[in-house]
């Protein structure tokens, strides 16, 4: 396979984690690349991503999801862009191959990754809203035709769902088995985390109303 992959990992915090997803990212021979956008983290994120081997881009404050996820595609190479959440528990390099081959295949213009057999919380949640999972392979193309991606924080992932369905693109549903990731309330604590989500909810409610 051809280098022609960028993995682009939006992080926020995320020094529990982000140790493994880019030491795994690396191990793939169709990434050419993996860059870790630093969203105004306020611990060890950053160093940590760097030390595992990957390019670290690091914006002065929080620019939130979309924001960050625009910032590594507009420095990226690759054809093929692999968002992947930062906070993930399990991630194994056939867990990025079963999201990029569809891709590099040409079969499908997009795929999403769904948990499956991970834990009960996070496979609930993406069973009834796969459209939430910040797991996908995408064509570089696809991304560049919609507009105003950067500003929609936790809503990046609904736009690009809903341009797919707009547009008749090819996109399957991938199961990462036994993946998961860290809760809201685990990294914050329960009200804070609690607090967090409907903050999120809210943010993805709003970019669905503006679409």
Request: aromatic residues 6%; without cysteine.
């Amino acid at each position: 396979m051809i280098n022609n992959v960028s993995i682009i990992i939006p992080a926020y915090n995320e020094e529990k984690t982000i140790e493994n997803v880019v030491r795994v990212s690396k191990n793939i021979s169709a990434v050419a690349e993996v860059i870790v956008v630093n969203d105004g983290s306020e611990d060890n994120t950053a160093l940590l991503a760097e030390e595992a081997g990957a390019k670290v881009i690091s914006l002065p404050t929080n620019a939130g999801k979309g924001g960050a996820m625009m910032v590594g595609v507009k420095n990226s190479v690759g054809n093929i862009i692999l968002f992947l959440d930062a906070d993930l528990i399990g991630l194994t390099e056939k867990h990025i191959q079963e999201l990029l081959l569809p891709v590099l295949s040409k079969a499908e213009d997009m795929t999403i990754g769904v948990f499956g057999h991970g834990r009960l919380t996070t496979d609930l949640a993406q069973f009834f809203a796969p459209f939430l999972s910040g797991q996908r392979a995408v064509k570089r193309e696809i991304i560049e035709h919609i507009s105003d991606l950067d500003a929609t924080r936790f809503g990046v992932e609904v736009a690009l769902t809903r341009y797919s369905t707009e547009h008749n693109l090819n996109v399957r549903e991938v199961e990462l088995a036994d993946l998961t990731h860290l809760m809201k309330e685990e990294k914050l604590g329960m009200i804070k985390g609690f607090l967090a989500r409907l903050k999120m909810y809210w943010e993805i409610a709003q970019s669905v109303r503006r679409n």
